[in-house]
Nanobody
Framework: QVQLVESGGGLVQVGGSLRLSCAAS????????TGWFRQAPGKGREFVAG????????YYSDSVKGRFTISRDNAKNTVYLQMNSLKPEDTAVYYC????????????????WGQGTQVTVSS
C-alpha cells in the first residue's frame, strides 16, 4: 500500500510562489507514475501536472503551463510542485496522486490520493 502526504500549502499574494511536496511511503513508489490535481470550491477535481516514474517526462494542463514545474526525487520518494506567478484562480485544495498507469486528465486514472493541502492566492 502507498500513502501520500502533502505539505507546503498556505496563503500567498498574487504573483507569489509556493512549493508543494508530497512524501510517499511504501516500497512501490519507484514504479508509480505521479501527479498533482486540484479542486476549487464547488468544482470538480482538475488535473494540474504529471511526471512519469522515470522522473524525466513531465506534462501540464494549459492553465499552469509555463508557471508550474513538477519534479520527483525517487531517492527521497517525494514529488514536488513549484508554483510561480500564482493567480487567484489557482486557489484550491491540491492533491498528490499516484498510479500504476500514466496519469491523465481524468481523476479515474489515479490509484492513490493524498489528503490534500490548501493553497490560497489573495489579490
Amino acid at each position: 500500500q502507498v500513502q501520500l502526504v502533502e505539505s507546503g500549502g498556505g496563503l500567498v499574494q498574487v504573483g507569489g510562489s509556493l512549493r508543494l511536496s508530497c512524501a510517499a511511503s511504501g516500497p512501490t513508489f519507484s514504479i508509480l507514475n505521479t501527479g498533482w490535481f486540484r479542486q476549487a470550491p464547488g468544482k470538480g477535481r482538475e488535473f494540474v501536472a504529471g511526471v512519469l516514474r522515470n522522473a524525466i517526462t513531465t506534462y501540464y494542463s494549459d492553465s499552469v503551463k509555463g508557471r508550474f514545474t513538477i519534479s520527483r526525487d525517487n531517492a527521497k520518494n517525494t514529488v514536488y510542485l513549484q508554483m510561480n506567478s500564482l493567480k487567484p484562480e489557482d486557489t484550491a485544495v491540491y492533491y498528490c496522486a499516484a498510479a500504476r498507469a500514466a496519469i491523465t486528465m481524468s481523476p479515474l486514472t489515479v490509484d492513490y490520493w493524498g489528503q490534500g493541502t490548501q493553497v490560497t492566492v489573495s489579490s
